[in-house]
């Protein structure tokens, strides 16, 4: 049972590049989130999904686009790459089913560097 | 808003020490709480959790009581171990579908 993979694991971006990081769970988890984790700044939300074809904006949504066409995916994509979004990238997934008390299960992230 | 504050890092113990890491909160309604571990190159996994007041959350000889009327969770282990070197994240739910997670704290 592969759980949340996120591909890829490591990536250096000019800045203006684009680039889209993807995310996939295979435990039929309803929904979905994009983290960013910075020092001394802990894990803030980025888009999060609550099901297929839908998406939202978290806390830091600027400069990020989200899509989930199908419901094990959810792809967050950078058009312009910026420094400021060099980062560590973590997608979470959790089950609908006992509202506040489920966990997230998280990917093991992505290391993003712009340069 | 909803908002969770740890106390900072790094904190850097002997083997078989007692650890306390505070964590305070500040939400409306009737939040559950957790509190996230990351080991080193990993994605975040749940230690423990809480979902109503005075509820202790126990795992891995970790424990954390929910006090409402102070809101907080502070997370406790009585004898540290190398192996519980890590990152420890405070988090709270308060909606169906995110949470809000502290600023994390390294233990050595």
């Known amino acids: 049972n592969a759980g949340v993979t996120q591909t890829p694991k490591f990536r250096v971006l000019k800045t203006g590049q684009s680039m889209t990081l993807l995310c996939a769970q295979d435990?039929?988890?309803?929904?979905m989130y994009w983290y960013r984790q910075d020092p001394g700044m802990g894990l803030r939300l980025i888009h999060y999904?609550?099901?297929?074809?839908?998406?939202a904006k978290g806390e830091v949504p600027d400069g990020y686009n989200v899509s989930r066409l199908k419901k094990q995916n959810f792809l967050l994509g950078l058009e312009s790459a910026a420094p400021s979004q060099t980062s560590v990238y973590f997608c979470?997934?959790?089950?609908?089913?006992?509202?506040?008390?489920?966990?997230?299960?998280f990917g093991s992230g992505t290391q993003l560097s712009v340069l | 808003g909803n908002s969770v504050t740890q106390m900072e890092g790094p904190v850097t113990l002997s083997e078989e020490a007692f650890l306390t890491i505070n964590c305070t909160y500040t939400?409306?309604?009737?939040?559950?709480l957790f509190w996230y571990v990351q080991y080193p190159g990993e994605g975040l996994q749940l230690l423990l959790k809480?979902?109503?007041?005075?509820d202790k959350g126990s795992n891995k000889g970790f424990e954390a009581t929910y006090r409402k009327e102070t809101t907080s969770f502070h997370l406790e282990k009585g004898s540290v171990q190398v192996s519980d070197s890590a990152v420890y994240f405070c988090?709270?739910?308060?909606?169906?579908?995110?949470?809000?997670f502290g600023a994390g704290t390294t233990v050595t």
């Open positions: 999904s609550v099901g297929e074809g839908t998406t």
């Open positions: 988090a709270l739910s308060d909606q169906v579908y995110k949470l809000s």
């Open positions: 939400a409306t309604g009737y939040p559950s």
């Open positions: 979470a997934s959790r089950r609908q089913d006992r509202g506040l008390n489920e966990k997230l299960f």
């Open positions: 435990m039929n988890h309803e929904y």
């Open positions: 809480a979902t109503k007041a005075d």
